[in-house]
């Protein structure tokens, strides 16, 4: 399975054989640990489930306990099911959809060299949330003139609705709002150092996040 899940580190360069400087995002990938395997067949799509950072038992809930397989079953509650190998507390789990070819064990532990250099990945990570801004800041309005009485109104929106016939605003209009923390994707990046050691991995150039955000990494879905 060709999937890990990280938390960014920030930003170095490397260099290479040619003495070039690369800028790269070193990323703490793994270990994880598989935490469910789901099918097509039983629930309606194929995906594999990781659990990544270790953390104390009573940070989680029973239910999560639970699925984690940490809680022992009785037979008050058949329903709990065990893993086949036992996997520590964790903090995150996310799910990656792909073609199960091989279909890793529950339990199954996943480190950083499941990659290699050289290899094209995508980066899945939530963006810094900049909180309300303008439209400006948000989608790079430019301003109002500041002479002919404007001179408090250069970064406004200015009139949305005016011009359409109808008179008023249609839905998508650009306008300012909440900038910042969704979920991005940076595709087909290159990985430039595996440090299987350390359980770093680094890709070439930057990645969506502040440093210490959760990071999903997987194949690239768009090669070259």
Not at 6 to 33: D, L, R
Not at 35 to 40: D, I, N, S, W, Y
Not at 46 to 75: C, P
Request: with cysteine; charged share 25%.
């Amino acid at each position: 399975m060709k999937g890990i899940l990280g938390k960014k580190v920030g930003m170095t360069q490397i260099f290479n054989a040619a003495g070039e400087s690369i800028p790269v995002t070193v990323i703490e990938a793994g270990p994880c640990w598989v935490t469910q395997v789901k099918t097509a067949e039983r629930d309606g799509y194929d995906a594999v489930q990781l659990g990544f950072e270790e953390v104390r038992s009573a940070r989680l809930t029973r239910g999560e306990l639970g699925h984690l397989g940490q809680l022992k079953t009785d037979e008050q509650h058949p329903q709990r099911r065990e893993l086949a190998n036992s996997v520590p507390a964790l903090r995150y789990l996310r799910e990656f959809r792909l073609k199960l070819d091989e279909v890793p064990a529950e339990g199954d532990q996943i480190t950083v060299d499941v990659f290699v250099e050289g290899e094209r990945v995508d980066v899945v990570g939530i963006s810094k949330g900049r909180g309300f801004a303008g439209t400006i800041k948000r989608h790079g309005f430019h301003r109002q003139p500041k002479t002919h009485g404007q001179s408090d109104r250069t970064r406004t929106t200015g009139s949305i609705g005016g011009t359409t016939g109808v008179g008023h605003v249609f839905k998508g209009k650009r306008m300012a709002g909440r900038m910042g923390n969704d979920r991005v994707t940076v595709q087909n990046v290159e990985v430039a150092l595996v440090d299987p050691k350390r359980n770093l991995l680094a890709v070439r150039g930057g990645v969506p996040g502040p440093k210490g955000g959760l990071v999903m990494i997987k194949v690239a879905r768009k090669q070259g």
